[in-house]
């Protein structure tokens, strides 16, 4: 048994969360995986994985029982996301992001939005997080979509960018500006916005480095009257929304990379094994017996932060910004220096598309860009140290 296989034996699974993870390594391996390649390469959405998915019921891992779901804990959703992420990346973050869409509903919504709302993504209805625009990225403040109060309704005019899943959303947590709030800072605020709106429209789907079977739209809202009753919270509590999403969303970043970072090392080491050159296997060669160490040391820490990560918020740990931005900071340069290493290994093969190690190093980049770029969150775990001046 291996150091990695040691690690995943050591994650605490009750008897039904283990059976799932059982179940879904079966149709990763049956389903998901055979599919990545072919996925990648035509860009299409992978129906296929996504409904072998939903035949699980996968959506409902997360979706508490009261509102048609199993609810089970954030450490079986991480090693759910994980599993996926082995299998392709694409097909992971598409279920990955029901999830980042979704839980600021189920821990901030009303018992009314939740009972009308979590119903669909707990069958298997896609969700999607509408934060980013043009000129709003990291900066959440220089969004410029606008929410004005009509009755009983909500207009909401303005558009979004990199929005992952957002032409196949069912329900899209939505953030914008109260137009009544002046401070741009106060003035976030945020909603759940339902499929078929009139005035919602999809402006086009961006190609992509990597992650070509997830779809990354541009979505537009041409006054769009939204319930009142879709409001997430007050007027003003976008903000704390956000940050407690995010909290929440950059673990489960993690759980992607690690995915990947696991299934990139697994192949260069059958390949390194298999591999000969002067008469010799690849692996005898010291040089790459130290790569594989440098390897497998940086996932086996990172993942094991990871869970670390997982036990506080299943604690009821709020404070985790910190610990949640290091994270998913770490874990996004690990699976780019692993995937990385990983072409090399294979060597002028790892440039090609027949070898997946390809395929994993474009999917990789994304994760030390979004979810806040890597930049901002150092300058973020920086901060948490500056003392008053005086102390």
Known sequence: MTVLDRLTASVALNDAEAQLLDSLRGVCRDVIAPNAARYDQSGEFPWDSVNALNALGLNAVFVPEAYGGAGLRF????????????????????????????????????????TRLLPRIAEGGFGALAITEQNAGSDATGMKTRFTPDGEHIVVQGSKTFITSGDVADRLLLFGKWSEIDSAKDAISVLVLEKGTPGFSVLGIEKKMGHNASSTAALAFDDCRVPRANLIGKPGDGLKVLFAALNKSRPSVAALCMGLARAAFARSVAYVNDRKQSGRRIIDNQGIQFMLADMATEITLTESFMWKVAAMIEAGVTDIGVESSMLKMKAADTVMKVTEDAVQLHGGYGYCREYEVERMMRDAKIHQIWEGTNQIHRQLIGRSFIQKEGR
């Open 75 to 114: 450490t079986a959703y991480l090693a759910c996301v994980r599993e996926i992420a082995a299998a392709c990346s694409s097909t992971a973050l598409i279920w990955a992001t029901n999830f980042h869409g979704m839980k600021p509903l189920i821990d901030f919504g009303t018992e009314e939005q939740k």
